[in-house]
């Protein structure tokens, strides 16, 4: 399988547990790295074979700007879902920082890889 990605997708967002980060926007940066099959997109030269990746960003970047989370883990997930659930994308690894959120490092965040749930037939 093939990787397409995005790198340090910059957007601002609502975010956090204290009172004055209920207050203020702070950026936060996405890597996404998203399986899928480009050998359709390079035969036909086609957008519409292709994981439009402007379209993924466009997506993020309204949700998330409009987005008014507490926790990164709940808008890790909720970013996943879309990616997975909208965009067709079999499997995904996201990276989402928040820098500035502990004065002494660069940034914190979290790692996530996710896959297409695929329904079990014995309904377990």
């Known amino acids: 399988m093939d990787i397409v990605f995005i790198e340090d ?59 008014e989370f507490q926790l990164l883990e709940a808008m890790a997930e909720q970013v996943c879902d879309i990616v997975l659930t909208e965009f067709a994308v079999e499997w995904l690894r996201l990276r989402l920082r928040k820098p500035g959120a502990v004065p002494q490092a660069k940034a914190v965040g979290l790692l996530l890889e996710r896959g297409r749930r695929t329904p079990d037939p014995a309904g377990v």
């Not at 998203?34 to 949700?63: G, H, P, T």
């Open 9 to 67: 997708l910059r957007i601002d967002a609502i975010i956090g547990i204290y009172d004055w980060e209920r207050q203020v926007h702070q950026t936060l940066s996405l890597d996404l790295e998203m399986a899928w099959d480009n050998r359709a997109a390079a035969a036909s030269d086609n957008i519409e074979d292709a994981l439009n990746y402007k379209s993924v960003a466009d997506r993020l970047i309204q949700f998330i700007s409009g987005s």
